[in-house]
């Protein structure tokens, strides 16, 4: 089994920045993606990024350039860095965790941007 915790959210004002963080435990497989997912309210839940095992990157279009995803294999943390937020950017941050056909998935991190 394989657990997640994503920390880091909180209120932010437009043109701040946050780093989300997501630590994971248990069961992992070497080879895995990791990725972030965000969900607003009233909205459905939305592709943010994602990161592989060796490093491999790739961004949801409409955030490139202001979102950076990491991670730290030796301590299984994933992290995003988020720039030059918007009040669009408001929404419960989630990761997750695929390896070996599973899904695993955090109980999400609330991010406000608001003046």
């Known amino acids: 089994q394989v657990q997640l915790v994503e920390s880091g959210g909180g209120l932010v004002q437009p043109g701040g920045s946050l780093r989300l963080s997501c630590a994971a435990s248990?069961?992992?497989?070497?080879?895995?993606?990791m990725s972030w997912y965000r969900q607003a309210p009233g909205k459905q839940r939305e592709y943010v990024a994602f990161?592989?095992?060796?490093?491999?990157?790739n961004y949801a279009d409409s955030l490139k350039g202001r979102f950076t995803i990491s991670r730290d294999n030796a301590k299984n943390t994933m992290y995003l860095q988020m720039n030059s937020l918007k009040a669009e950017d408001t929404a419960i941050y989630y990761c997750?965790?695929?390896?070996?056909?599973?899904?695993?998935w955090g109980q999400g991190t609330q991010v406000t941007v608001s003046s």
């Open positions: 990161i592989t095992s060796r490093g491999t990157t």
């Open positions: 997750k965790l695929a390896a070996s056909g599973k899904e695993y």
């Open positions: 248990g069961s992992i497989f070497m080879l895995n993606v």
